[in-house]
């Protein structure tokens, strides 16, 4: 896919396979708009990038992917941004079965939200002018994975989700 001038949206924008995303993108040229709930390092990876891929093509936004209206603010934030959404990425997820509600909220509800929202702006048949929506998932959503039942359910809802409309 040809990422020169497209915009994106990142969730997880700052962890070690988001930041790797980002670079990617942005040395393409693309225009990045990286969402996480780490603000420190949002902040501190936003001026790095600034810095090696000049101002203005990255942008952040502090939030939880899993409360609505941070994830709403995400979207209206790239729009007043960047004007629109080419690409969405969601990217964010955890690995704990011990925290297996946040679990199953982030690693599947929020990613449901993420491509609905996306949806709205990018679909031709809402009258947007078309895109992509990228879901992190994980061999766990593959195969068996004795080591965590519940985030390999959540990354198999994520492989069938995401291959179902993609069909
Ligand atoms: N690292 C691996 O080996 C691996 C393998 C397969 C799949 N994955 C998947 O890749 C994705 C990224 O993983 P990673 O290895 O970069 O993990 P990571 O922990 O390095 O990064 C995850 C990022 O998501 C953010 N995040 C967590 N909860 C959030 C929330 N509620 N709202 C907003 N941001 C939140 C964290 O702050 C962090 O920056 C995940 O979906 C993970 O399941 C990772």
Redo the contacts with the bound molecule.
């Keep these: 896919m040809e990422v020169n001038g497209k915009v994106a949206l990142l ?2 924008g ?5 930041k790797c995303i980002a670079r990617a993108l942005l040395e393409n040229g693309a225009s990045v708009v990286l ?4 603000n420190e ?1 949002g902040q501190e990876f936003k001026q790095q990038m600034e810095a090696e891929h000049g101002k203005g093509r990255v942008h952040f936004v502090s ?4 409360k609505k209206e941070d994830l709403e603010r995400a979207f209206k934030e790239t729009l007043e941004k960047f004007s629109y959404l080419d690409i969405m990425l969601n ?5 704990d079965e011990k925290r297996w509600e946040d679990m199953i909220n ?2 599947w509800v929020a990613l449901v939200r993420g491509s609905n929202e996306a949806l709205k702006i990018m679909s031709k048949k809402a009258g947007g002018k078309g895109g992509v929506i990228v879901n ?1 998932a ?2 766990a959503g593959l195969m068996a994975y004795t080591f965590g039942p519940i985030y390999a359910g959540t990354k198999s809802a994520v492989v069938g989700f995401t291959r179902s409309h993609g069909a």
């Design positions: 969730t997880g700052v962890g070690g396979i988001g969402f996480d709930l780490n390092k939030g939880d992917v899993t990217n964010a997820g955890i690995g982030i690693n992190t994980s061999i």
